[in-house]
């Protein structure tokens, strides 16, 4: 899986659980429930389709006629044995109903005071705002706390679906869904803080992102629950999951919060990065060189770019700048073959210091050869960015 697409998150599996479970792990306040009207519709249907099918194949046996023989019509009927064959069932339609309805109505009325986090779906990948400027691909929420998330989506229809949880809920382009839910248990914490940097540090090396699937458990070391996208949504829709971790309490989850809010003293190539994984970036553009949605990184820095339409750019701090807040601007050709404008504008979604971060890393990534830019220009990033990051400050 992982050779697959380097640069996306390898597809998530659930080893933690048992072999043998037909279901995923129970983990909310819905799945009892929705197991429990699963179980009955399923379990009515097939005590009536064993007994049908046995009559239906029965029947054809016995009334079987030999070759040649004249056809008969149906000369009769039993109106008591038709109506109790009609309206008995149809009482167990009504208890489906009934279960199906009362359960959609629950999972419509968010409780008051619920915790509220943003979701962003895009092609694709996820992004969870927490507020304060922190949007991170995972979920993470509070073990027995309501949390409503308020969704929308930035290009396509996806659909946000945690197995676990049992819930599922289309993610519309151009207006806000809503659904909530209540996880049972916090997720078990296991590695410790160090052991966690120092897997980090040896992915760093080795130039690689953190495997979740391999290692079933996050960069902060909890186990987590698998969230699906469930609606179809292009090449890589299969790839466009993350993870859930559970909390046990609000502190720790602000603490989470925190820790991922500013870049603080972090060398902003760096920071660029982690932004690079964040915020999607990575699903459309490799570093190595390989041509996925969007160009390559690697090399691009200080090169040249055709245009559609004509006309030709420097691959400069304005043009990174300018691709990522308005992609459809300028679309580049490589090679004669242009890129289908499918990249979502990043307006409103990453501060000035993001930006700033993510065009370091990018010319982090540049030609060698072209890396040498002109005093005047460097100088002129530098003027800018003391500024940028102290208005970031102030709002
Ligand atoms: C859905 C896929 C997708 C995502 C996600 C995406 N991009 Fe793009 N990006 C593209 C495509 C396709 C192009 C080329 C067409 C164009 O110029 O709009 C492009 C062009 C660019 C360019 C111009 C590159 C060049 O060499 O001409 C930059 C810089 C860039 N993207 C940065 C980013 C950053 C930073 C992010 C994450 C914050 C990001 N992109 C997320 C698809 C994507
Ligand atoms: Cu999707």
């Not at 969870?128 to 922190?134: E, P």
């Not at 130039?207 to 949504?233: K, M």
């Not at 073959?337 to 000035?352: F, R, T």
Request: charged share 25%.
């Amino acid at each position: 899986m992982t050779h697959m697409a380097p640069a996306t998150m390898s597809l998530l599996g659930d080893k933690t659980a048992s072999k043998l479970s037909f279901f995923p792990e129970s983990a909310s306040s819905f799945s009892g429930e929705s197991d429990w009207v699963f179980w009955f519709i399923s379990i009515v249907c097939i005590l009536f389709f064993i007994p049908i099918s046995v009559a239906l194949f029965g029947f054809a046996w016995k009334y079987k006629k030999g070759k040649g023989e004249k056809a008969e019509s149906q000369i009769d009927h039993n109106t008591t044995l038709e109506l109790v064959w009609s309206i008995g069932p149809s009482f167990l339609l009504v208890v489906m109903f009934y279960f199906g309805a009362a359960n959609y109505l629950n999972h419509r009325s968010v409780p008051e005071g619920a915790y509220e986090i943003g979701v962003d779906a895009y092609k694709w990948g996820w992004g969870m705002n927490y507020g304060r400027g922190v949007i991170h691909p995972e979920l993470h929420i509070v073990a027995g706390e309501p949390t409503k998330l308020t969704m929308t989506s930035k290009d396509v229809i996806h659909s946000l679906y945690i197995p676990a949880f049992r819930v599922k809920k289309d993610v519309v382009p151009g207006r806000y869904n809503y659904m909530w839910f209540k996880a049972s248990g916090p997720s078990e914490k296991v590695k410790t803080d160090e052991e966690c940097a120092q897997l980090a540090a040896k992915d760093k090396e080795e130039n690689r992102s953190w495997d979740y699937d391999e290692r079933q458990f996050t960069p902060d070391g909890y186990r987590f629950y698998d969230l699906y996208c469930a609606e179809y949504c292009g090449t890589n829709h299969s790839q466009m999951q993350t993870v859930v971790v559970v909390h046990e309490t609000q502190a720790e989850l602000d603490a989470w919060i925190k820790k991922y809010s500013t870049r603080g003293d972090e060398d902003p190539a760096a920071y660029g990065a982690k932004l690079y994984e964040r915020r999607g970036c990575k699903s459309c553009h490799s570093l190595d060189g390989t041509r996925l949605v969007g160009p390559s990184y690697k090399g691009s820095f200080g090169t040249t770019r055709d245009l559609v339409g004509g006309g030709q750019v420097k691959v400069d701090e304005n043009y990174v700048r300018e691709s990522i807040l308005n992609p459809k601007a300028k679309v580049a050709i490589q090679q004669g073959v242009a890129y289908q404008p499918v990249m979502p504008s990043y307006k409103g979604q990453l501060s000035d210091d993001d930006i700033y971060s993510l065009v370091e890393f990018i010319k982090s990534l540049g030609d060698a050869s072209a890396s040498s830019t002109p005093a005047a220009e460097s100088q002129d990033t530098a003027a800018e960015t003391p500024a940028e990051a102290s208005s970031e400050t102030a709002k």
